[in-house]
């Protein structure tokens, strides 16, 4: 199970933190992803990072601005988003594995608008 939060409404440049908890499975193994939904488009792959923390993905829209991270203590994956923009407003998945979009949770809504 995957669980969102940390979604809402912010404003262009400002930021979020968005947090996922996982359970039913060996977090401190698998690699984990956000990926994002516009209403009408496809879920995009949005940023990952690898079992032990060590490596991760951006795509390129996001790069500089978010970052990921993880503890495996906590069983918990964070998506740190700063500087955003009103085109970053998407419904926002937590995702078991690399690059991945189907083993995901309900979402957090993050909108950014002034």
């Known amino acids: 199970q995957l669980v969102e939060s940390g979604g809402g409404l912010a404003q262009p440049g400002g930021s979020l933190r968005l947090a996922c908890a996982a359970s039913?499975?060996?977090?401190?193994?698998?690699?984990m992803s956000w990926a994002r939904q516009v209403p009408g488009k496809g879920l995009e792959s949005v940023s990952s990072?690898?079992?032990?923390?060590?490596?991760?993905f951006y795509t390129d829209s996001v790069k500089g601005r978010f970052t990921i991270s993880r503890d495996n203590a906590k069983n918990t994956v964070y998506l740190q988003m700063t500087s955003l923009k009103p085109e970053d407003t998407a419904q926002y998945y937590c995702?078991?594995?690399?690059?991945?979009?189907?083993?995901r949770g309900q979402g957090t809504l993050v909108t950014v608008s002034s």
């Open positions: 995702v078991k594995g690399w690059k991945a979009t189907l083993l």
């Open positions: 039913g499975f060996t977090f401190s193994t698998s690699a």
């Open positions: 990072i690898t079992s032990g923390g060590g490596i991760t």
